[in-house]
């Protein structure tokens, strides 16, 4: 199975077929409104705003796994990100990313690129902290934490992911050379 045969449900409860999103460098993201990285959503916007004319895409997967940490509903985390943030990229329905439940999209992403990666001392040590009170990332491979990005290329393939530590702004130089 690939992205590309996924239907995901939007943020209103649509459905989106994400091959409507085929040929475009996607990053895609779990999240959460009241994390410590939330502000992470400023350099997602940048990010987005900079490099969505030449076919990027950033497509928002707001997640309550980690800390209970993006409480509400779809349409209350839409108004959050929209009013705090200026938030205008795609965003779902809220899914888990880890367990039983886990989100088909997110097996796939996790197959792909089982390790996040780590740059920095201070964002290895913060990862280490974080991996330590994740308390659904259970098995190789499981996202951490909020705020992991991976990066696909317009072929669909996952070549990126990032750790919650790293800040949009680091991943610039890698959409640029994937659009």
Known sequence: MRIYDLTMKDAQGNDIALSDYSGKVLLIVNTATGCGFTP?????????????????????????QFGNQAPGTDEEIVTFCKGRFGVTFKQFSKIEVNGENEAPLY??????????????????????????????????????WNF???LVNRDGEVVGRFAPTE???AIDEKVKELL
């Open 107 to 144: 097996t796939i992403l996790k197959a792909a690129i089982p390790e996040e990666n780590v740059t920095g001392m201070k964002n290895k040590m913060a990862m280490k902290a974080i991996s330590k009170i994740s308390k659904t990332a259970v098995k190789p491979g499981d996202i951490k």
């Open 40 to 64: 992470q959503y400023d350099g997602l916007q940048d990010l987005y705003e900079k490099y969505q004319g030449e076919g990027f895409e950033i497509l928002d997967f707001p997640c309550n």
């Open 148 to 150: 992991t990005k991976f």
């Open 167 to 169: 800040k949009p702004e």
